[in-house]
């Protein structure tokens, strides 16, 4: 029908329904043949007249010249009708029809096609798409009006295009030139098949992700050889080119570049047996690559694994990996690998996103007509795979499938390629197979047998409900073999709206026949008789049926917030995240859709969340995994995890079961967040595995690790978030049921998109892990990532410092640390140049003004100082008196002429007490010092935390970088130590070169309670007390702040109470009151326990440190028991977040509803090492003050509410905020206060208070308690440390006992063991003292029992301490084990029986004689006994050796402790007590000794005298009786040489002995030299005769190597000879093993120690070449460091050596030249390694002898000296010395101190001299005459019992100070 008849009756349309009879003109238009019959049958069949007269209507619009017939027809009974038809007037609406097929024609042009000079496309072609897009917008065929207007449209959009007639196969037709498609081209051949460009497009798209392989296009010449290779196999398999042939291209290395220049010669060379027309037809091949790309450019598509290059790591084989990873068909119909997929949404285009993955199954309950919105599905396949008859039975089942949607009015699916099974437990399942089909001919096909199908009155509906065919992608679940030939799932979606439908009948033509199809369940089924006529009369009712559900189907308006839903659970419901929450996310792969664009824009919330732990569930393969944007594009670090790592069983644990506990202690300390792949890590080459394999090799190590989150996460605080990003979750679904039970109510899951979440509900609720009411609350859906990301953003109180962290440099520029550097830094929190200065804030008044308020109130509450106090500058923190100072000494240390010794890491100390402000000051000074020089605050000191600062130093500025300035706050001090030690001796190594460069400076901020009395140049104090100034200031701020809170722009500022405690001056009273109103008005009890406890933990806590606020959930847990309120746990609001829809089944936490008063007095951290939170009282005054207030209140004790609070249910609960609560707690009853002369109390002050207050017992029960809940060794050696303080000796080797038991391997608590029998015999002997008696003869028995349990104990200290691998040397046992003896001694020779008791004494012990005393023993005490000489002396050696060649560690302290004691001032007193008993006090030799019993005796006086070792022999230089005790030895030593009994002891001491002798004398003697020569050469044989048990004096090996150190002079002396430089250098080799053998320790760089270096290699001659390292410095004090091997004297006295650096610059090669010219080489050792710039080139040395062997001094400047340098070098040295002085103890003003109660005998000399005067003075007073100066004697009496009685103190005060 003409588009003007047709308009004529649509504009009369409503007027016909009512008033036309169809029935009355229907058969008479059948008769004319203007409608068919099967058209007659379907009017006939309509019932009522309005149904058949639409039916009539909409037949007629499809017939030619119908128009003039049907008003013939209609005139005959109704010719007003006619006439009213003929006048109606359709000007406009044609007008109108045709603006809008142009409008349509225009969009369609240019949408398909473009101008392109001399290009072509034929007019039918135009047309065909033209007619496809009209179809798929349900308009039918075109009309002749359209084809008309084409031309027009073309000319107006292409004015150049030309319409010229062609002829095509004997045909003529319209072409068009100067046109072509916007896609791909078509050829003259392809005009008759034209397919559809889009659809061709999308087929590519789906087929590029058929399977896990990925391509991308590449041009000809750049193939490699293998590529090639895969390039031209199937061309030429077409050809029929045998493929064997292209195996040369790998044999020849050809690749593209190379065959693109091969003509037919080349050819004929490399495929010798190919035919010629092979040959040639492999260049054609070529030839047509390349034309294809001279038109479209690259286009080759090479098959890649998708395996990312991993630094370092190839790349496997493609073959290689999908061997590995291929599913045979058995296991993907196994049930347990079966993938559960998810359909294609419904009525949408298909997506990339939405392809079906091979052999997964599909359900579906909707397999029969339920409620006609929800699809009904159909699944169809058949074995047949031929393309034309599959494409035409795909159309006919979909054109029956679509017919009975039409007459249910139902929307429907069906798939083809889909293998239905039957239905299984109410669902249909079907397994996804796909098909392999043409899909543009499949197009043309369908849409033909639609058109043929419906009736033409109808298409244009059916085209609107019927949507075009999906093809989604079916992919490989692993990758095949081969690269599969795409296949494809075809959906045809049908939506019969109301609208479109109303209430007509569809029909299909079928042989003629109109039918009407209805669904059987899911089968299509022709009506026929009764069944069709019932249908027609129920018809109206299912069309409304329709209307009705379209309509209950809109969408609600009231939908539920999903940004409420989710903060229900994030924040509990408030717009701030305040309760503690412990996020643990769960990330399914992600959508092969989401590019990095998406994700970059989408999923920055997941480490803003601060979860716990991430579990990824991608494999990381194709590089599109969250990990890579985390690491890449957020530049934060993370640690990487597998399920392996917790697998007990797994290649990695299996070997080292410690590998697990090590991985899990990981996990709790470290600050990296654990990502943990679950299903596969490529760069650890763990491919993905399905299901079954998962479950059997991959989920025991998840169980372990989600296990151990379970125990540590605090309960019910965890919040599991599921992030389903993709339909590929089978393998996070099924951890997903136990992950829920493990915490339950703690867990929700987030996706975008409903269908997404379907099937994980679905499986959920089948599997009875949850019910729908908790789905459907903890199922968030629709909540865009995006929104997800602004919302965790806005909720989060963090706000970033700056958003590039900036740092200077040494030029005076500055650069930029990556933010990627910067949180690999992680023991380090940088201090940015530019902190804070974020545009974003900085820029907007209003929220910089809103931050201001928010971070100054959290400040002045008692928060700790942040830098944005610090960057509104003096508006926030009070600047102390002291800053200036502060600043003045941290500059002069930053400069190197103001050092003042040899440290290249000065320290800066900032001492302060508690809540004095020293945290706040110490940040002040990086503030000020931040566009400087480079600022960090040390976070924590690990292992990694030296080289972090190094990494920190020299960032973009390697060549002279300033040094670092870095604060650690309150740091542990030995951590603190060790981390000193190791950045100087790194700096020591880095900056050789530059003799002043300072590597860094430590700014030391140290709180005590008890300040130290001494202060210097590099020490500041801050007290609790403030200037005038500083409480103006104050006063100040305060009013500034009233008059803001009267303003409503501001809190309180009575509520501050930190910054109050400070405006008062920290005035006591003012706290006491505070504290009393606050408290006071606590009126909930569980709050006052609160309250109470975490005053006490405070109080007394030396570190203040903040306690995990989930560790008192269980004090807390009332909140739960009888409250009538609605309150939330993980999710919800009270009154203060507005009324909300909240989850039925949560409770709010109990942080979020304290009590002001409550809130007020506590200062809430944001996190702490175990995450979450954490509580401390506001400040440690506040504390005490609280605590004091609670305990005067209620009448209690602290022992009482310390034990109380030890009772209490919450330490039952094992998470890691228990265990941090359990930590403080130890720290809390065993750490203890430095006193003002920094020597450690004796307890903890919990415990020295308790005990002064309650009493011991009440100590007890406190610590005995503590040690029940903790079980912490270490707490019960401080339980063993009191009951030793309270001489309950059984107890304290009870606990003792379970010390060691807990933790053998630590040597201090053998040490503590050891001291139980050590303190028991010191309290015995005292006693005996005091008494004036002597130990019986059981008691002497007793006494020596526990000497034995004692040395027993200390023995095993030392082994633990040496073999240690964790600690530093203990030296404790060794002097532990000697005083102990000592004490014994001592005690023996109170009892011993003798008359010459010292003299007898003495003979037993040296000659092992038993005297009749001593048969009270047993034999195992006579053993002990005659073994105490050798066990003092072995024990005496170590220490000798230790303190003598390693440097003491004393001497690099940087926190000076207990400086009073020295262990060399001990070693004297030691020495002189064992010598009293061992030692032999004459020099005359008894004649009756035999020779072995002579030479012992010799050796025994020789010590006596000062030569236990050669420190001990050159001290004697500066005794006044030296020079003769050397002589003795000399004399006495000369004979034992000669002896056959001599030892390697002999000769070391005699060479010591002569050394020192030469030292003092002016000539030298060749005798003496040559005698030196032949004793090192003794000394060094008999040393290599000790056995293994055996301990070498290194002494002999030095000697040998000193001696023997060829020099010119010693190599042409013909008096003596030197050995060879091979026995040289194999004397090295032996006196660095033997070094090692006795400090194991010092291969170890965390705990080795500098060896000393006692001598040098001199100028002189013979003895006089040998150089004191004390002579060097004797007239140069001043002198420290480099500036010594500089000086003038150093260079007079030493000698100059040359060699050559190695590479590692560690050695230096010396050159050894004989007399003869012939060359040897020794190696020696650098004494630190010198820079690159040196390595491989000749330098100057001086040679020292180490005790670790000879060591180099490289000079850098070796010829010349600066003397005004010198000069000022001593001028600077007069002023440090100056400094010094009052800080130092002369060591002689030490040991005089003592020097009378030293040993037993010399304290009974002094009282003996003491009682005789006494005695005389008894025996005046019954004299009765005396004279005056008889009487002055009377008159002293009392002051000698005084002075008796002090030495009694004396030496009792001396006997305990260890």
């Known amino acids: 029908m003409e588009t003007k008849h047709r308009l004529m009756i649509q504009k009369n349309y409503t007027y016909l329904l009512e008033e036309l009879r169809a029935q009355d003109i229907v058969d008479n238009l059948f008769t004319e043949c203007v409608i068919e019959h099967d058209d007659l049958q379907r009017i006939s069949s309509e019932v009522t007249d309005k149904d058949k007269a639409k039916c009539l209507l909409n037949i007629l619009y499809t017939k030619e010249r119908a128009f003039t017939s049907f008003l013939t027809e209609v005139a005959k009974d109704r010719p007003d009708i006619k006439e009213k038809i003929q006048h109606t007037n359709v000007e406009d609406e044609l007008e109108r029809e045709k603006e809008s097929r142009t409008e349509f024609l225009k969009n369609v042009l240019e949408k398909r096609f473009r101008l392109a000079e001399g290009k072509n496309i034929a007019e039918p072609e135009i047309l065909r798409e033209i007619s496809y897009e009209y179809w798929r917008e349900g308009k039918g065929d075109i009309t002749q009006s359209m084809k008309i207007d084409l031309a027009e449209c073309i000319q107006a959009l292409y004015p150049t295009a030309v319409r010229k007639k062609v002829s095509k196969k004997n045909k003529k037709i319209w072409r068009y030139t100067n046109i072509e498609r916007r896609e791909s081209e078509t050829s003259d051949e392809d005009e008759e098949n034209i397919t559809d460009p889009e659809l061709i497009s999308k087929s590519d798209r789906a087929g590029s992700v058929s399977c896990d392989v990925s391509h991308s296009t590449i041009l000809f010449k750049d193939l490699n050889p293998t590529d090639l290779k895969t390039v031209l196999a199937p061309l030429c398999e077409k050809e029929g080119i045998e493929a064997i042939h292209l195996e040369v291209f790998l044999r020849e290395k050809i690749d593209g570049k190379v065959f693109e220049e091969c003509d037919i ?383 007990r069983n797994s290649e990695e644990n299996a070997n080292n079961p410690d590998n697990l506990n090590n991985v899990l202690d990981e996990l709790r300390t470290s600050q990296l967040k654990p990502w943990i792949f679950c299903n596969g890590y490529e760069p650890l080459q763990k491919i993905p595995l399905n299901r079954l394999e998962w479950k059997k090799r991959r989920s025991e190590g998840f169980k372990e690790v989600t296990r151990f989150l379970q125990q540590e996460i605090p309960n019910e605080r965890a919040l599991v978030v599921f992030l389903i990003l993709s339909k590929n979750y089978d393998i996070m679904l099924e951890v997903a049921e136990e992950v829920i039970l493990k915490f339950q109510n703690q867990w929700i899951a987030m996706s975008e998109n409903d269908k997404l979440m379907e099937n994980w509900r679905d499986e959920l609720l089948r599997r009875d892990s949850v019910d729908k009411k908790t789905l459907k609350e903890r199922c968030i859906i629709g909540l865009p990532w995006k929104h997800v990301n602004n919302i965790v953003k806005e909720v989060s109180n963090y706000l970033p410092m700056v958003s590039k962290c900036q740092l200077p440099t040494s030029a005076g520029a500055f650069c930029y640390l990556k933010e990627k550097i910067r949180n690999e830094l992680c023991d380090l929190e940088i201090l940015s140049s530019n902190e804070c200065e974020i545009d974003d804030i900085c820029h907007d008044t209003q929220k910089l003004e809103k931050h201001r308020r928010f971070v100054e109130e959290k400040f002045y509450q008692g928060g700790q100082v942040t830098w944005w106090n610090l960057y509104f500058e003096d508006n926030h923190v009070l600047r102390r008196s002291q800053q200036e100072k502060i600043q003045q000494g941290v500059e002069k240390l930053l400069k190197p002429n103001q050092r003042f010794d040899d440290t290249r890491v000065p320290c800066f100390y900032l001492f302060h007490q508690p809540g004095a402000g020293g945290t706040t000051t110490a940040h002040q000074i990086l503030w000020q010092f931040r566009k400087s020089y480079r600022c960090s605050l040390i976070r924590k000191i690990t292992d990694q935390t030296c080289s972090q600062i190094e990494r920190l130093r020299y960032f973009e500025d390697p060549n002279n970088p300033l040094p670092p300035i870095l604060l650690i706050d309150n740091g542990d001090e030995e951590k603190v130590q060790d981390l000193h030690a190791r950045l100087e001796y790194k700096a020591r190594i880095s900056c050789k070169s530059d003799t002043k460069a300072i590597y860094c400076l430590l700014f030391l901020c140290i709180r005590r309670a008890n300040l130290p009395t001494f202060t210097d140049s590099h020490t500041v104090q801050l007290k609790h007390e403030l200037s005038t100034k500083e409480l103006e200031w104050l006063r100040r701020k305060y009013q500034s702040l009233d008059e803001m809170f009267r303003n409503n722009n501001g809190v309180d500022p009575k509520l501050l109470i930190s910054f109050n405690i400070l405006k008062e001056n920290f005035d006591a009273n003012y706290i006491q009151r505070t504290v009393k109103e606050f408290v006071d008005s606590i009126d909930k009890q569980n709050e006052m326990y609160l309250i109470k406890y975490l005053s006490l933990i405070n109080s007394y806590d030396i570190d203040f440190q903040s306690v995990p606020l989930s560790a008192f959930d269980t004090l807390m847990e009332e909140r739960k028991k009888g409250s009538s309120k609605v309150i939330y746990s993980m999710g919800s609001v009270s009154a203060f977040c507005g009324r909300r829809r909240h989850p039925s089944n949560l409770c709010r936490n109990w942080e979020s509803t304290l009590s002001q008063s409550t809130d007020v007095l506590l200062n809430r951290n944001a996190r702490v090492s175990t995450g979450g939170q954490a509580l401390s009282i506001i400040s440690k005054l506040f504390a005490k003050a609280i605590l004091d207030y609670i305990v005067m209140k209620d009448g209690l004790s602290i022992g009482n509410i310390m034990i109380e609070f030890l009772h209490h249910p919450l330490f039952i609960a094992e998470n890691a905020s228990v265990r941090q609560l359990k930590k403080i707690v130890q720290d809390i009853l065993k750490k203890r206060e430095f006193t003002e002369d920094q020597k450690k109390e004796k307890f903890s002050p919990i415990i020295l208070e308790i005990n002064e207050k309650e009493g011991k017992d009440k100590v007890a029960e406190v610590l005995e308690t503590g040690y029940e809940k903790t079980k912490d060794p270490m707490l019960a050696q401080q339980i063993a440390r009191f009951y030793i303080h309270s001489a309950n000796w059984g107890k304290a080797e009870e606990y003792a006992k379970t010390a060691v038991q807990s933790k053998p391997d630590n040597s201090y608590l053998w040490d503590t063991y050891g001291q139980i029998y050590k303190t028991e015999l010191t309290l015995m002997y005292k006693a005996y003292l005091a008494d004036c008696e002597a130990p019986t003869d059981s008691e002497i028995q007793e006494i020596l029992k526990l000497a034995m349990k004692g040395i027993e104990k200390f023995s095993k200290e030392q082994i633990v301490s040496e073999e240690s691998r964790f600690s530093r040397e203990n030296d404790a046992g060794y002097f532990g084990e000697v005083r102990l003896i000592v004490q014994l001694l001592d005690l023996i020779f109170l009892w011993f029986p003798g008359k010459d008791k010292k003299l007898d004494l003495h003979k037993y012990l040296v000659d092992m004689n038993n005297p009749k005393e001593f048969e009270i023993f047993s034999r195992e005490a006579l053993e002990f006994l005659r073994d105490l000489q050798g066990r003092s002396e072995k024990t005496m050696q170590v220490i000798e050796d230790k303190l003598a060649q390693l440097k003491n560690e004393k001497d690099g302290e940087i926190l000076k402790l207990n400086v009073s004691y020295n262990p060399r001032y001990e070693l004297v007193q030691l020495r002189e007590n064992l010598d009293n008993y061992f030692g032999e006090q004459t020099g005359e030799i008894p004649d009756h000794l035999s020779p072995e019993a002579r030479a012992s005796y010799i050796r025994r006086r020789v010590k006596r005298i000062g030569g236990r070792s050669s420190s001990s022999i050159l001290d004697l230089r500066n005794t006044p009786d030296g020079e003769s005790r050397l002589n003795e030895m000399a004399s006495k030593l000369s004979e034992n040489i000669m002896s056959q009994y001599a030892k390697a002891y002999d000769f070391v001491t005699l060479i010591s002995v002569t050394l020192v002798q030469n030292m003092a004398r002016k000539t030298f003697r060749e005798e003496d030299f040559k005698n030196l020569v032949e004793w090192s050469r003794r000394a060094y044989d008999l040393t290599l005769r000790l056995g293994d048990d055996e301990r070498p004096q290194l002494e002999a090996f030095m000697y040998f190597v000193m001696i023997h150190w060829p020099t010119e002079h010693k190599l042409k002396s013909r008096l003596y000879k030197i050995n060879p430089v091979e026995t040289v250098e194999e004397a090295i080799r032996r006196w660095k093993n033997a070094f090692n053998r006795l400090y194991p320790k010092q291969k170890e760089e965390a705990f080795r120690r500098r060896e000393t270096t006692y001598y040098f290699l001199g100028k002189g001659k013979g003895s006089s070449g040998i150089v004191y390292y004390k002579d060097i410095r004797c007239k140069q004090t001043y002198i420290d460091g480099e500036a010594l091997w500089r000086s003038k004297p150093v260079k007079e006295m030493l000698q100059q050596l040359k060699g050559t650096l190695l590479m590692d610059g560690w050695e230096i090669l010396y050159t050894v030249t004989s007399p003869n010219g012939n060359k040897s080489f020794i190696k020696v050792k650098n004494s630190y390694p010198s820079p690159r710039s040196m390595w491989q080139k000749n330098v100057v040395f001086y040679l020292g002898f180490s005790w670790n062997g000879p060591k180099a001094y490289i000079q850098n400047d070796p010829y010349t000296q600066d003397d005004d340098m010198e000069l000022k070098e001593k001028q600077k040295g007069e002023e440090v010395n100056t400094a010094r002085q009052p800080n130092q103890t002369k060591p002689n003003n030490l040991v005089a101190n003592w020097q009378d109660v030293a040993t037993h005998e010399a304290y009974l000399n002094a009282v003996g001299k003491i009682d005789q005067q006494l005695e005389e003075i008894e025996n005046l007073k019954k004299r009765k005459d005396v004279n005056s100066k008889q009487r002055e004697m009377i008159k002293r009496e009392a002051r000698l019992k005084e002075e008796k009685n002090d030495l009694f103190q004396k030496r009792c005060k001396f006997v305990d100070r260890t």
């Open 265 to 647: 010669t080349d050819l004929g060379h490399l495929f010798g047996d190919m035919p010629f027309g092979d040959r040639k037809r492999l260049l054609l091949i070529r030839k047509e690559i390349q034309e294809e790309e001279s038109k479209k450019g690259s286009y080759l598509v090479i098959p890649c694994s998708g395996f990312e290059a991993i630094e370092g790591a190839e790349a496997p084989p493609l073959n290689e990996i999908c061997q590995n990873r291929v599913l045979n068909e058995s296991e993907e119909n196994d049930p347990e690998t079966k993938f559960k997929e998810i359909f294609r949404t419904f009525d949408t285009l298909a997506k990339p996103t939405d392809a079906y993955r091979r052999h997964a199954v599909l359900t579906t309950s909707n397999f029969y007509i339920s409620d006609l919105i929800a699809p009904l599905h159909s699944f169809r396949h058949r074995d047949d795979q031929d393309q034309s008859t599959l494409m035409n039975w795909i159309a006919e089942e979909t054109i029956r499938f679509a017919c009975a949607c039409f007459s249910e009015r139902t929307n429907g699916t069906i798939h083809f390629g889909i293998v239905g099974n039957t239905d299984k437990d109410g669902l249909l399942e079907g397994k996804v197979v796909g098909f392999n089909i043409n899909q543009s001919r499949f197009m043309e096909v369908f849409y033909d047998q639609i058109k043929q199908a419906f009736y033409k009155d109808q298409l244009g509906i059916v085209l609107q409900c019927l949507r075009p065919p999906q093809f989604v992608s079916v992919r490989h679940k692993v990758l095949s073999n081969e690269i599969a030939e795409p296949l494809f799932v075809i959906e045809i979606d049908v939506v019969p709206n109301y609208t479109l439908t109303n209430h007509d009948t569809f029909y299909i033509r079928e042989n003629n026949v109109p039918r009407i199809y209805r669904f059987d369940r899911n089968v299509p089924k022709s009506l026929e008789g009764e069944d069709l006529k019932n249908y027609m009369e129920s018809k109206i009712k299912i069309a409304e049926h329709r209307k009705q559900k379209e309509a209950e189907s809109l969408p609600s308006e009231t939908n539920e917030n999903l940004r409420e839903q989710f903060l229900n659970f994030y924040t509990a419901g408030c717009e701030k995240l305040t309760n503690d929450i412990y996020p643990i996310l769960f990330l399914s792969p992600l959508d092969s859709a989401m590019n990095e664009d998406f994700v970059s824009e989408n999923f920055e919330f997941l480490l803003n969340m601060e979860p716990t732990a991430i579990f990824d569930f991608h494999s990381s393969l194709d590089g599109k995994c969250l990990y890579n944007f985390v690491e890449a594009d957020l530049q934060r670090v993370v640690k990487v995890y597998t399920t392996d790592n917790f697998d």
